[in-house]
């Protein structure tokens, strides 16, 4: 077909419409500039990764799109025409343009990338992230962690200030104006310390006997609170309210009072017999752990990295 052809048939636009249709895109400026510097049509097409055929296509595209002839083609090579030359100066600004701004962009993710900020509520932050932050160092050693443990409400509000990139949370519900998903199942347990009568029981407690027991418990706004209270439909005030699993078991061991923790956090304590896990009957002590970040903004980098890692690395009561 000849220009005048190409002309007669596809004239191109010399009034209004948006920028991306009347200017080439990138890889057909990369081609022209392929052609300029290597003078053959099929060095180019090889040097940018497509057949000759379809590098002749896309001038073809390019000078009716512009409605100007780029190439002389011809048996001894491909000659930029005097048009084309001129195009070429120009698409190579526009082509170093596009560099520097793949430049920045790579830039900003490696900022982002460089830290992680992680909020988790505390049984998950002190017996299942350790592993998980281990696991991503191995494939991330450049990237700064920095974690924030508190209860599940303090988590949420952490992410919706925009403080934290991924939390977890072991709570009942997820907060509005956040995403979520179920990574692992938890259990929560009765414990005593093996001089406390609950120790030597031979028959399980009753919901209602446990409702109406003073326990050792985590601070309202924490999971297991939220979980416990849900599942027995009320508790009786506290015999001593804590603000972390660490500080509720202690007192348990130590013999305070039967307390109410994930089975997750005691399992030491359970074989060496400083604790005794109590049966309940009537109960449903289970609840879902789950990561949760702000709505909209679904984890990237790092932060994406760490959510699959949750979902390939053991851990006790996983979902399955």
């Known amino acids: 077909m000849s220009w005048s052809e190409e002309q007669e048939n596809g004239r191109p636009s010399t009034g209004g419409g948006s920028l991306a249709h009347r200017v080439p895109d990138l890889g057909a400026l990369e081609l022209l ?45 491909s000659q930029l025409t005097d048009a084309g030359a001129l195009v070429t100066d120009w698409a190579r600004r526009v082509v170093e343009a596009a560099e520097a701004f793949d430049a920045g962009a790579q830039a900003l993710r490696d900022r982002r990338d460089s830290r992680l900020r992680v909020a988790a509520s505390m049984t998950i932050a002190e017996y299942l992230l350790p592993g998980w932050l281990l696991a991503l160092r191995a494939q991330r050693p450049d990237t700064a962690v920095s974690l924030l443990a508190g209860n599940s409400a303090a988590v949420a509000e952490r992410l919706l200030a925009d403080e934290a990139d991924l ?29 406390h009568p609950w120790a030597r029981r031979r028959r399980p407690l009753s919901a209602e006997e446990l409702a109406a027991t003073p326990l050792v418990l985590r601070e309202k706004g924490s999971g297991t609170r939220q979980v416990l209270d849900a599942a027995l439909g009320g508790l009786a005030r506290p015999l001593i309210e804590l603000s972390s699993t660490t500080a509720v078991k202690a007192s348990a061991v130590g013999g ?25 009957d009537g109960a449903r002590l289970r609840r879902d752990l789950r990561a949760v970040w702000r709505t909209g903004h679904r984890p990237t980098g790092p932060a994406r990295e760490l959510l699959g890692l949750t979902r390939v690395s053991p851990a006790k009561g996983r979902r399955g």
């Open 256 to 280: 305070a009072g039967p307390a109410v923790l994930s089975e997750l956090a005691v399992g030491e304590e359970l074989s060496t017999r400083r604790l005794v896990s109590v049966p309940v």
């Open 167 to 195: 939390g977890f949370v072991e709570g009942l519900s997820v907060p509005t104006g956040l995403d979520s998903v179920v990574i692992a199942h938890d259990h929560l347990i009765v414990v005593t310390a093996p001089g």
């Open 33 to 77: 500039l392929a052609v300029a510097r290597l003078g053959s049509l099929g060095a180019a097409a090889r040097e940018v990764g497509i057949t000759q055929p379809a590098a002749s296509s896309r001038i073809r595209s390019m000078e009716r799109q512009l409605g100007v002839a780029l190439v002389d083609r011809s048996p001894r090579g």
